[in-house]
């Protein structure tokens, strides 16, 4: 069983900058992030492998946003750039045995952290 903590959330300007953070309980493999906001499906937006290696985007976030992970502080990260009023959600850290873009691939999640973009 892995838990897993979010922080980092707020309101930012459109424009602005955040930085998530997820912590785990123990060691895992694949880890991403997901977002559902008010009305809507949860929605992949990012993942990585144990290395660092190997990294996915959704189309609306690549550019913007980076993926990254510290394996010695089982710390996963969200780098959020030039963000946009479409980007507040509540973001999800997840946790996987693999690297997935499908909610479904992932067997552990955090209690979400939100982020506001207001214009």
């Known amino acids: 069983q892995v838990q897993l903590v979010e922080s980092g959330g707020g309101l930012v300007q459109v424009g602005g900058s955040l930085r998530l953070s997820c912590k785990a309980s123990?060691?895992?493999?694949?880890m991403g992030w997901f977002r559902q906001a008010p009305g809507m499906e949860r929605e992949f937006v990012a993942a990585?492998?144990?290395?660092?290696?190997?990294?996915l985007y959704a189309d609306s976030v690549k550019g913007r946003f980076t993926i990254s992970r510290e394996n010695a502080k089982n710390t996963l990260y969200l780098l959020m750039n030039t963000l946009k009023p479409e980007d507040t959600a509540v973001y999800y850290c997840?946790?996987?045995?693999?690297?997935?873009?499908?909610?479904?691939?992932?067997?552990?999640w955090g209690q979400g952290t939100q982020v506001t973009v207001s214009s």
């Open positions: 990585i492998n144990w290395s660092g290696g190997s990294t």
């Open positions: 997840a946790a996987s045995n693999r690297l997935g873009v499908v909610r479904t691939e992932y067997d552990y």
């Open positions: 123990g060691r895992t493999f694949g």
